[in-house]
């Protein structure tokens, strides 16, 4: 589970992660969290999803790093 600090920005997450020993920013979109992993939609709701669905949420951001995409590295419902 991720521990570190997260950042709200107008529904989204952000936190910084490091992928292929550099460091990213990730977003995690408001509609993912809600839509893919049920957040009511609150700050601590968000929160809860995003640390409980880490693990999904960082292979996506890794297969994005891989692929080339740059930070912000955004994570939408559609990726899932």
């Known amino acids: 589970m991720f521990e570190g600090p997260l950042q709200h920005v107008e529904g989204d997450v952000f936190f910084d992660y490091q992928i292929g020993g550099r460091a990213h920013r990730i977003q995690v979109m408001r ?5 893919v992993f049920q957040s009511d939609g609150t700050r601590e709701g ?7 669905n880490f693990e999904q949420i960082l292979r ?3 297969d994005k790093v891989g692929r080339g995409v740059f930070s912000p590295i955004q994570i939408r419902s559609a990726d899932f």
């Open 31 to 35: 509609d993912c969290l809600v839509n």
């Open 46 to 52: 968000n929160e809860v999803v995003l640390r409980q």
């Open 60 to 62: 996506v951001a890794a």
